[in-house]
């Protein structure tokens, strides 16, 4: 079956860099679209960002952008989520997400899989 597992969320301070990694099984991973999402106990789920199958395109919330990437390694099956210059605001579950997609945009939602998530806390 398919599986999405998230590494890489800790406590850290406000400023401070993080890097999530996220490693997929069963599936056939250079074929799907990734995303990354956050959670806050009471809000809805946010998309963060995104990337077609061939790293071409990438997509990101606007309150990310210029701080954080994401990229893949198809030959690892993974995505990261590089997180600089991180802010209170981004304390939150951080989850991947796979879907099967083409490579001319970057879907924001309606993904097939997902992982468990990985906390990321940011402290002021």
């Known amino acids: 079956q398919v599986q999405l597992v998230e590494s890489g969320g800790q406590l850290v301070q406000a400023g401070d860099s993080l890097k999530l990694s996220c490693t997929a099984s069963g599936l056939t991973f250079s074929s799907f679209a990734m995303g990354w999402f956050r959670q806050v106990p009471g809000n809805e789920r946010e998309f963060v960002a995104g990337?077609?199958?061939?790293?071409?395109?990438?997509e990101y919330v606007d309150s990310v952008k210029g701080r954080f990437t994401i990229s893949r390694d198809n030959a690892k099956n993974t995505v990261y989520l590089q997180m600089n210059s991180l802010d209170p605001e981004d304390t939150a579950v951080y989850c991947c997400?796979?879907?099967?997609?083409?490579?001319?945009?970057?879907?924001?939602?309606?993904?097939?899989?997902w992982g468990q998530g990985t906390q990321v806390t940011v402290s002021s």
């Open positions: 990337i077609t199958w061939n790293s071409i395109l990438t």
């Open positions: 997400a796979a879907k099967w997609w083409g490579s001319k945009s970057v879907p924001i939602n309606n993904y097939g899989y």
